[in-house]
């Protein structure tokens, strides 16, 4: 018998569903309704749904959205329904398909929370979407807060957005379903394979899973394990960032000018400080100096940056004074005698 983990759960709060009508996700809703209306124990929570309407699938998407609704009505769940434009929104911001659903609907979940309409929104995803987004990410080149990949909880600013189905298994909430006679929605996209999802999911993790039979737990375990180090490398970066990632550059006199550019912000880090580091120190405080600009870099354009200070070696990249390192998104790192120093503008 599936059961959902309550640890997240008080009495009171207000519990959003996204329900797509796939399985995963009326599972979800029909466990928590269960859970709800229980004779003993009743969560005691206010439950409620959300459906988004992607604009994609003419007829089909259509149907997803009424059976939600009449689903719902039969449940006594209200429900909230958001219709959104994927195709616009991936065209004008240059994003794939996957990525333009998935910017919109987290769209709609923030704006149920900061209306205050919700307390926290749950989706469906399971420990087999677990095990495809480590792959991924692993596949993307990720760093270790990529590998993380689902996260159980996500606190926000307002609300949480919770992902208590993470544990189970796709295949054992379909049976829970089967159980129930309850029918749920099959997505003719999901087996599309020019969606790099789906290409893992129907051709790379069968194959892995030959060599492995157990590696959806494995990649799970590696999501949780690199979350863990993600966490204490956040605590150590934050103490130590204030002093070695300084504002600006240094003035005749002492002290530092933050004056730059209009639209430009800039950082440095001295080469005694980074000298004194471990590589993997090192290559964290290179990051993180990075963002603190307001960038991103890669693996390859960290490791550019550590040579133009002499920290590794790269014949393509100057390590003397003065040499400078245009990087993409507009980022400029240049070498003094003392300091690495980052901008972007």
């Known amino acids: 018998m599936l059961t959902l983990p309550r640890h997240h759960f008080t009495p009171g709060d207000r519990l959003c569903v996204a329900i797509s009508g796939g399985a ?21 929570v206010g439950l409620s749904a959300v459906h988004i309407h992607h604009g994609l699938r003419a007829e089909e998407s259509d149907g997803d959205q009424q059976f939600v609704v009449e689903l719902c009505q039969r449940l006594e769940i209200p429900l909230h ?7 616009a929104h991936a065209s004008a911001n240059r994003l794939g ?17 900061n209306e205050g309409k919700e307390d926290t ?44 189905l993470l544990g189970l298994r796709r295949d054992d909430l379909r049976t829970y379903l089967k159980s129930k006679e309850q ?23 069968p194959l892995l899973r030959e060599e492995n039979p157990g590696l959806d737990q494995t990649l799970a375990n590696m999501a949780e394990i690199a979350r863990d180090e993600e966490a204490r490398w956040q605590v150590e970066l934050a103490r130590l960032l204030p002093q070695v990632v300084l504002p600006g550059k240094p003035v005749r006199g002492g002290g530092r000018s933050n004056s730059t550019a ?25 990051r993180a100096a ?56």
């Open 24 to 44: 995963d996700s009326v599972a979800l809703l029909l466990l928590l309704h269960e859970a709800n209306t229980a004779a003993r124990n009743a969560l005691g």
């Open 81 to 87: 329904l958001h219709g959104v434009d994927t195709l």
């Open 97 to 113: 398909i996957e990525e333009a659903a998935r910017n919109l609907r987290y769209a709609a979940f923030h704006t149920l929370l």
């Open 121 to 164: 929104i749950l989706t469906a995803h399971t420990l087999d979407d677990q095990a495809e987004t480590v792959l991924m990410k692993l596949l993307r080149g990720a760093w270790t807060e990529g590998l993380s990949a689902i996260h159980p909880a996500l606190a926000l600013p307002r609300g949480k957005i919770l992902r208590p």
């Open 183 to 205: 029918p749920w929605r099959e997505d003719s996209s999901n087996a599309d394979e020019a969606f790099t999802r789906n290409r893992i999911r129907h051709t790379v993790l």
């Open 262 to 286: 209009p639209g430009e912000a800039a950082v440095a880090i001295e080469l005694e400080r980074l000298r004194a580091m471990d590589p993997a120190l090192r290559r964290r405080v290179i």
């Open 290 to 345: 990075a963002r603190q600009i307001g960038a991103r870099i890669s693996f390859e354009e960290t490791g550019r940056i550590l040579a133009l200070g002499g920290f590794q070696a790269d014949p393509t990249v100057p390590s003397k004074p003065g040499a400078i390192l245009k990087l993409a998104n507009g980022v400029v790192a240049e070498r003094s005698a003392r300091e690495i120093r980052m901008a972007r503008g």
